[in-house]
């Protein structure tokens, strides 16, 4: 079950929300326990055991980790963290690990490693990340053990983040598991929230999706296919998670959790740096404050620090998906954190028109082994967008960009240009009436479900990570 599918809109919220505002106070958390695995079950109940169990392993282990002597709490975090990147590690990069001893050995004249492949549950990898911040989280004493089973399932398990995230920290939300209220304010803002991430999810990233997938299909693209496709491809990834992340902190202000912001703009980022504090917030900030600080971050000499900064990047590249092609996008950033800290540490300084459209192509082009997912589709493409293969659109890109794509390209274009646009020559139109910001986000929302309607649902593209 997605957010965007009848099933969810018709069947499942409605039924929660009366079910979740009818319970007292004090039994809100075991309704929202109940109604996040069930949400997750509907996909696949034969994984609820392993997410439910995952769950167990960090709240029992957090609770021994703040009961323990001080030199047993470090051994005990180091189990937990064993425990649960185990089973990340096997569900989620075994196939790649054997994939690649076979070719390995099909160099040499070996023989293959028989096996099966091995099916990645969804919302494991945001499910380990979050155990794994509760843990280093109570080790370090910034939060004290949650007591309570089902308050701390309601926090690793809450169905609005717990697909795709945003990633949430234990310590975001530890006041609300024990006392929140919901007032017609924050149930008003949070479908206003859900709305809009709906919309643009369905209108521009599901309706780029066939572009995007006919381009990176090409086996030789041209310069105008190539980066047709690319900058497409950024739009899609953008709004499809943006959207998810805004439709996961509406629903969880409607349930009464305050989730920070996820996205702040990413494409108008004037250095990479800024990229990295705009976009996929809760990811970035929990490599920098879990990884990075933990690998010695800045303290242990400059050549350290860069060290750090790119298997910071490359162990989050890793994380997004069994390829090495997202490694690929890792040590790209990687690099490009590392080239941007050494020149600023020369006091150099860049001005923004040359600064802005640096960032943006070093995001565009890492964007391209991303979404190719193998070193041939990521060769044709940078290929592509080198010009090698010819220049003009190609006649199977020209008949697959149909006017809805066009239209929704353009749209999607302005909607992330907007901020800028507003602030230097639009500043009025923040002073727009209340009954019109009250009542555009339905309109679009209602147009958005009847175009979900008529055609198949699309996936999130953060699910396969």
């Not at 399932?153 to 983040?161: C, G, I, K, T, V």
């Not at 230097?424 to 555009?440: A, I, Y």
């Amino acid at each position: 079950m997605i957010f965007s599918s009848v099933e969810f809109l018709a069947l499942f919220l409605p039924l929660f929300f009366i079910a979740y505002l009818a319970t007292p106070g004090r039994g809100r958390n075991l309704t929202l326990c109940c109604g996040s695995w069930l949400f997750y079950g509907w996909w696949k109940p034969l994984f609820l055991p392993l997410i439910v169990g995952i769950t167990f392993v960090a709240w029992l282990l957090g609770r021994a980790i703040g009961r323990a002597r001080e030199d047993g709490k470090n051994r005990l975090l180091a189990l937990g963290i064993a425990v649960i990147l185990g089973a990340l590690a096997w569900f989620k990069y075994a196939n790649l690990l054997v994939a690649t001893a076979n070719e390995a050995l099909a160099a040499f004249g070996g023989g293959t490693i028989p096996w099966h492949a091995i099916i990645l549950p969804i919302a494991l990898s945001f499910t380990v990340l979050q155990g794994i911040s509760y843990l280093i989280d109570v080790r370090r004493g910034t939060v004290a053990a949650e007591p309570s089973f089902i308050n701390f399932s309601a926090y690793l398990d809450m169905f609005p983040h717990l697909i795709s995230g945003p990633i949430i920290r234990y310590s975001w939300v530890d006041r609300d598991l024990v006392r929140r209220s919901i007032t017609a304010d924050d149930l008003a803002i949070g479908a206003r929230r859900f709305m809009l991430g709906f919309s643009v999810k369905v209108l521009i990233a599901d309706s780029l999706a066939p572009l995007v997938e006919a381009v990176f299909a090409l086996q030789q693209p041209t310069l105008a296919d190539a980066w047709l496709g690319n900058i497409g491809f950024a739009l899609q990834i953008f709004f499809d998670f943006a959207g998810y992340s805004a439709m996961a902190i509406g629903l969880g202000r409607m349930l009464g959790f305050h989730y920070p912001e996820n996205f702040r703009d990413p494409y108008l980022a004037a250095t990479i740096q800024d990229f990295w504090r705009r976009w996929h917030i809760s990811l970035s900030s929990w490599l920098r404050d879990y990884l990075y600080i933990s690998l010695g971050g800045n303290r242990k000499g400059e050549a350290r620090t860069y060290a750090n900064l790119l298997l910071t990047m490359a162990i989050g590249g890793l994380w997004h998906g069994a390829s090495w092609s997202f490694l690929l996008w890792g040590v790209v950033h990687g690099i490009a954190l590392a080239v941007a800290r050494w020149w600023n540490a020369r006091g150099w300084w860049m001005r923004p028109w040359l600064s802005y459209p640096l960032t943006l192509l070093v995001v565009l082009l890492a964007w391209t082994p991303f979404r190719a997912t193998s070193w041939d589709g990521t060769v044709a493409m940078l290929a592509g967008q080198l010009g090698l293969h010819g220049v003009a659109l190609s006649d199977t890109i020209a008949l697959a960009l149909r006017p809805v794509e066009t239209a929704w390209l353009g749209i999607g274009l302005l909607v992330v240009a907007w901020p800028a646009l507003q602030a230097r020559f639009l500043p009025r139109l923040g002073d727009l009436p209340e009954w019109w910001r009250s009542t555009w986000p339905i309109a679009v929302f209602l147009y958005a479900v009847a175009v979900m309607m008529g055609h198949q649902t699309v996936p999130f593209l953060y699910f396969q990570f």
